[in-house]
């Protein structure tokens, strides 16, 4: 079964300071991976998605992802943080198969960023 | 349309009420989810379309919740005799197809409140 564990359910940068979010993901066959964001009393928005093209993943608003088989990882970077970033973030793996197919979200990471 | 559409954005009812919430997808995209978002339980997948078709409804958490899909198109979630533990945030998503690395685009959600 695919799941994914996001590390830190609370994470607090400084603007201008890079951002690291940190997920897990379990699957038994090559993962389909995405980064979602929900900035308050909005909907989830695509950052980026993985697609095995390549391993690092560039997406929207400065953010990207490295894929790394050998460590089951999907972090997700941003080189400076803006007060704008401040949100919660979704890792989510693509389950499929069989009469299945759907998203599998981790608990989040809630973003602040300090002035 | 534009995005996905969720009616309504807003909803409180007594408990033992039956509401209706009503997701209109993205035009072309076959495939449909629906999830739920709660403090304390992230977000949990309800049930997935495609097409009129649910393969998938393991996420229901009772008989008390149903959903439909007519046309292909426009999905109606039926909670009856709502309760308290029912209040939640209900997503609504879809994809172009349900293919591996399609993404799904999701709509504001009905923010249900039972009273």
């Known amino acids: 079964a695919q799941s994914v564990t996001q590390l830190d359910s609370h994470v607090s940068v400084s603007e201008g300071t890079p951002v690291l979010l940190r997920c897990n993901y379990s699957?038994?066959?090559?993962?389909?991976l995405f980064w979602y964001v929900q900035h308050p009393n909005k909907g989830l928005q695509l950052l980026l998605k993985y697609t095995s093209a390549a391993t690092l993943v560039k997406g929207i608003n400065g953010f990207e992802a490295e894929f790394k088989k050998s460590e089951t990882s999907f972090h997700l970077t941003k080189p400076s943080a803006h007060m704008s970033d401040a949100a919660e973030y979704f890792c989510v793996v693509r389950t499929y198969g069989g009469a299945t197919n759907k998203l599998i979200f981790g608990t989040g990471t809630l973003l602040a960023v300090q002035p | 349309g534009a995005g996905v559409s969720q009616s309504p954005s807003n909803k409180v009812t007594e408990k033992g009420k039956d509401v209706e919430l009503r997701c209109d997808p993205i035009s072309g995209h076959t495939a449909l989810y629906w999830y739920r978002q709660s403090l304390g339980q992230g977000l949990e997948f309800l049930i997935y379309?495609?097409?009129?078709?649910?393969?998938?409804k393991s996420g229901l958490p009772s008989d008390r919740f149903s959903a439909e899909r007519t046309g292909g198109s426009v999905s109606t979630l039926t909670i009856q005799r709502t309760q308290q533990e029912d209040s939640a945030v209900y997503l609504c998503a879809s994809s172009l197809r349900q293919g591996v690395n399609t993404e799904a685009f999701f709509g504001q959600g009905t923010r249900l409140t039972v009273v």
């Open positions: 379309f495609q097409g009129n078709s649910a393969p998938d």
């Open positions: 699957s038994s066959y090559s993962p389909s």
